[in-house]
């Protein structure tokens, strides 16, 4: 179970992830740079985005409407595969491809 992180200038950083913790707290936890999360996950800050990859998005559940609310207000605009990491769990067995955008503030 992991999570793959690419920077947005290409830098790759994976790391062991815990089943049912969130992407956001797999990237703190772990120093990953890319992701502030300054609401601490609580669904307030937007500082968490992240873009994900097009196997992976599938595979997701999808976004809340509060989720989809606050992705308008991220500091690089949202795409289409784009989600707030401290909304995205962890699931067993699972390599979830994300890429962090270039700022999040
Ligand atoms: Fe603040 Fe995700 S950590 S919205």
Redesign the pocket.
Known sequence: TKVIFTSASGEVTEVAANPGDSV?ETAVRNGVPGI?????????????HVFVDEAGLAELPPMEEMEDE?LWGTAVDRQDNSR????LRVREGCALHVTTPETQI
Do not use: D, F, I, K
């Not at 707030?84 to 909304?87: H, N, T």
């Open positions: 956001m502030v999360a300054e609401c601490g996950g609580s669904l307030s800050c937007a500082t968490c606050m707030l990491s401290c909304q």
